[in-house]
């Protein structure tokens, strides 16, 4: 409605304006003469107006909606409008990333943005200053691995393929040890968040240490229960029996939890294998479809295929313990009459998989993201039944991050689990013919 009218103003002007020069022309004698001239005074009058409106949006100048009645007056007042809601929402947009920023640099986790393409410093917050040593103007547009002087941060950026979690001490402090974890939010930038986690290696290690300290405690008075319970004759004392086998299937219990304690506190105090070997995968697996027979006592179908022509670089006690708790498991937990399958294969991208198939009850979904916690167990009363002790899983987990490896289970209710862990290309080593030809 406000447009018609704007134009209906306009062209009752126009008609004005012409009618005006054609008077002017009837006078003068010559009407194209005082049209013409009409015509070139309004051209000039509108570029006038343009100029101006175009030097006021240019100049960026604060635009005064005026009040007066014409087209170029509304085209004036809506830019004016229109500069202020750009000022507003603009106004709006610096408070929030005002906010934002205030915020980030309040967190106490480090928080840098970099450039995806050579990582150079975007922005960083008051703690990347404490942990990390970075400092205001120095470091912003420098190269990461330039403003922070640590070699476990530069293999990190220089790697390939970077670990989506990164423990390494602090640059500042030895004794403070940071976990990065870094975050890619578009094509152009990504995120590094640093956090201390000083406090938790420190309650980490003692509770290792705790542990380990009580299993070795424990393990002096269960030898001398053992002793004990062995000097007793069941024909001397017929009245004893069940009760003296019942200290001895607990104290054995007891015992092999002990153990399992210890090598999984030496396993988290390890960052690394201290001695690789080559591990000979075909006595390995002779030695483990004993074991498993032994254990089954002729309860199942035990098979063992050996389907590739590689060991492994590793070490065999730690191994030969991962792949013993896999088995055994599934010796355990598959009934009677079941079937046990244990590969040992090649895959196409030149890695090799040990895997362990049972034909037991099955997992229920909900409980595979938590079996290799220590002492989580799907069903506890038929765990303690079956003698377990709820940290051979843990222990696996451990021995296999030692190479490199991690479990992957699957499983279906009624049918069965499979239990497998996958081996890089650089775990693997070529027979040799006399192992071929053994």
């Known amino acids: 409605m406000r447009h018609a009218r704007y134009r209906l103003r306009e062209l009752l002007r126009l008609a004005g304006i012409y009618a005006a020069a054609l008077l002017v022309g009837v006078l003068a004698g010559d009407i194209w003469v005082a049209i013409a001239l009409a015509s070139t005074g309004l051209v000039g009058w509108h570029y006038v107006r343009l100029s101006r409106v175009l030097e006021d949006v240019a100049s960026r100048r604060r635009l005064v909606a005026t009040r007066r009645a014409g087209a170029w007056d509304a085209l004036e007042r809506m830019f004016a409008r229109r500069q202020s809601e750009l000022r507003t929402r603009r106004r709006r ?16 986790d480090a928080i840098v943005i970099l450039d995806r393409a050579d990582d150079r410093i975007v922005w960083f917050n008051r703690a990347a200053g404490r942990m990390l040593g970075l400092r205001i103007p120095q470091d912003v547009d420098a190269r990461l691995n330039e403003a922070v002087a640590s070699p476990h941060l530069a293999n990190w950026l220089a790697a390939p393929e970077r670990e989506d979690l990164l423990e390494l001490p602090s640059p500042l402090d030895p004794d403070q040890t940071l976990s990065l974890h870094p975050i890619v939010y578009n094509d152009e930038q990504w995120l590094l968040v640093a956090r201390d986690v000083s406090r938790l290696m420190h309650l980490q290690k003692v509770r290792r240490d705790f542990v380990a300290n009580v299993s070795h405690e424990l393990r002096t008075p269960l030898t001398v229960v053992h002793g004990y319970l062995d000097m007793i004759e069941p024909e001397d004392h017929p009245e004893l029996a069940g009760i003296v086998d019942e200290m001895r299937r607990q104290s054995h219990r007891m015992t092999h939890l002990v ?18 070997e080559t591990v000979a995968m075909r006595p390995l697996l002779d030695t483990l479809r004993r074991e498993a027979l032994a254990l089954s006592q002729g309860r199942h179908r035990i098979l063992v295929s050996d389907l590739c022509n590689c060991d492994l670089r590793g070490s065999t006690k730690e191994l030969h313990s991962a792949f013993s708790n896999l088995i055994s498991n599934a010796v355990r937990y598959t009934p009677t009459g079941g079937e046990i399958e244990v590969r040992y294969e090649a895959e196409t991208d030149g890695g090799v998989r040990f895997a362990v198939r049972d034909s037991g009850h099955g997992i229920p979904s909900q409980h595979l993201a938590r079996l290799t916690e220590r002492f ?20 696996v987990k451990h021995v296999l991050a030692l190479h490199q490896s991690h479990l992957e289970v699957s499983s279906r209710m009624g049918i069965g689990s499979v239990f497998s862990c996958r081996f890089e290309a650089e775990r693997i080593v070529p027979r040799s013919e006399e192992a071929v030809n053994a």
Do not use: F, K, M
């Open 93 to 108: 947009l610096v408070d929030l990333l005002r906010t934002y920023q205030r915020a980030a640099a309040a967190l106490p």
């Open 259 to 276: 153990e399992d304690l210890l090598t999984l506190s030496r396993l988290e105090a390890q960052d690394a294998l201290a001695e690789e």
């Open 376 to 395: 989580y167990r799907v069903s506890t009363s038929r765990s303690r039944d079956s003698g377990g002790t709820g940290l051979g899983l843990s222990i």
